[in-house]
């Protein structure tokens, strides 16, 4: 992706809001051999980039006051509630040296695994993104999954995909993809859930309203916490009545 950016005389808090009442984004261009270069970027342009996937791991030119140059997006702020981008950082790069990047996972193929046909399970994706290292002209916009050979209880590492050509991986041991197994006929089987009485609350006839019975339901989910958290919000006379039938 190509776009335009211009040289910032003027930096700080002040110089900052006075280009973002003018449509523009403030960033800085990072370089390991010369100093930080203060640019500005026209803010709908980067609005409508920092929306595509590409836009954050792929190669990005930037022609900067005339002079086409090589960079990567490295960090991006975006306003609490508004959509309106605060700042940016982009890094210059060596097309003749090698760069680590987070390359986004494409998964496919888990619903015609033997995990999912045969034993009934879910295969949970563990990271949407890996880090690898390689040239510029290498760096891939995504790389593709297959999930279509996991089996029950096994785990997918980066080691095991497939990468691109010149492409090596930063952390081959770290795990993308799991599969768990779904309850069946066990779940028959399972211990009678307990019985705590319910939210329905009796009303205090001190307030002329009539006082229903009490109605017993299943344990929350959360055990003990949820119940705690739910006295919490009773006056005491209804705790002492309510745990009193428990």
């Given at each position: 992706m190509?776009f ?7 930096q ?39 929306q595509k996937?590409?836009?954050h ?6 022609e900067?006051d ?7 997006l490295?960090a ?12 940016m ?5 060596d ?54 050979g ?6 997918l ?7 691109p ?22 779940a ?11 939210t329905a609350?009796?009303?205090s ?7 229903p ?27 002492f ?6």
């Amino acid at each position: 992706m190509k776009f335009t950016a211009a040289t910032r005389a003027t930096q700080g808090t002040s110089a900052s809001r006075r280009l973002r009442r003018e449509a523009k984004v403030p960033a800085i261009l990072y370089d390991l051999n010369q100093p930080a270069a203060m640019i500005a970027i026209d803010h709908n342009e980067m609005f409508y980039a920092l929306q595509k996937e590409k836009f954050h791991s792929s190669i990005l030119t930037m022609e900067l006051d005339g002079t086409e140059q090589l960079v990567v997006l490295r960090a991006f702020q975006m306003h609490p509630y508004k959509n309106q981008v605060l700042h940016m950082d982009f890094q210059r790069i060596d097309p003749n040296a090698n760069v680590t990047m987070r390359v986004p996972l494409h998964f496919f193929g888990g619903e015609n695994s033997p995990a999912v046909k045969i034993d009934k399970g879910l295969i949970s994706h563990l990271v949407g993104a890996v880090e690898v290292s390689c040239l510029p002209k290498d760096l891939p916009e995504f790389i593709d999954v297959d999930l279509s050979g996991m089996t029950s209880q096994t785990t997918l590492r980066v080691g095991d995909i497939a990468l691109p050509a010149g492409v090596t991986a930063v952390n081959p041991e770290t795990p993308v993809a799991t599969v768990a197994n779904v309850a069946g006929d066990d779940a028959d089987n399972a211990a009678p859930a307990q019985f705590v009485a319910s939210t329905a609350v009796p009303f205090s006839k001190k307030r002329g309203r009539t006082q229903p019975k009490p109605v017993l339901c299943r344990r929350h989910p959360l055990g003990a916490a949820a119940e705690n958290g739910f006295f919490r919000y009773l006056r005491f006379s209804e705790r002492f009545d309510l745990r009193s039938i428990a």
